[in-house]
C-alpha cells in the first residue's frame, strides 16, 4: 500500500521557517516528479511546488517563489519543502503528492495530475 506521510508542520511567527517533509513507502518515487499543494479554509487546493525525479527542474508558484525550496533525496524516498519568510497567507493544511508514472519534467502544476497524496500537516503562521 503507497503512503505519502507529511510532517514539520506547526505554528510560526510571521518571518520565521518550517520545514515540511514527506516520506514515501509502498513503492519507491525515484522515477516520479512530487508535489507539495496547500488549501486554506474556504478555499481550493492549490499549487506550491514540483520537483523532478532527478531534483534537477523545479516549478513554483508565484507566490511563494524566492521564499519557498522544494528539495529531495530519492535513495530515502523523501521530498521536504524548505519555507523561508513565511507569510500569514500561507497558512494552509500541506499536502504531498506523488504522480504515478515516471517523467523528469516538473511543470506539474494541478492537483488531478497527482496519483498519490499525503494526509496534510497543518501549517499556521502568525502575525
Known amino acids: 500500500q503507497v503512503q505519502l506521510v507529511e510532517s514539520g508542520g506547526g505554528l510560526v511567527q510571521a518571518g520565521g521557517s518550517l520545514r515540511l517533509s514527506c516520506a514515501a513507502s509502498?513503492?519507491?518515487?525515484?522515477?516520479?516528479?512530487m508535489g507539495w499543494f496547500r488549501q486554506a479554509p474556504g478555499k481550493e487546493r492549490e499549487f506550491v511546488a514540483a520537483?523532478?525525479?532527478?531534483?534537477?527542474?523545479?516549478y513554483y508558484a508565484g507566490s511563494v517563489k524566492g521564499r519557498f525550496a522544494i528539495s529531495r533525496d530519492n535513495a530515502k524516498n523523501t521530498v521536504c519543502l524548505q519555507m523561508n519568510s513565511l507569510k500569514p497567507e500561507d497558512t494552509a493544511v500541506y499536502y504531498c503528492?506523488?504522480?504515478?508514472?515516471?517523467?523528469?519534467?516538473?511543470?506539474?502544476?494541478?492537483?488531478?495530475?497527482?496519483?498519490?497524496w499525503g494526509q496534510g500537516t497543518q501549517v499556521t503562521v502568525a502575525s
Open positions: 509502498g513503492r519507491t518515487f525515484s522515477s516520479n516528479a
Open positions: 520537483i523532478s525525479w532527478s531534483g534537477g527542474s523545479t
Open positions: 503528492a506523488a504522480r504515478q508514472y515516471p517523467s523528469d519534467y516538473a511543470g506539474y502544476t494541478h492537483h488531478y495530475q497527482y496519483d498519490y
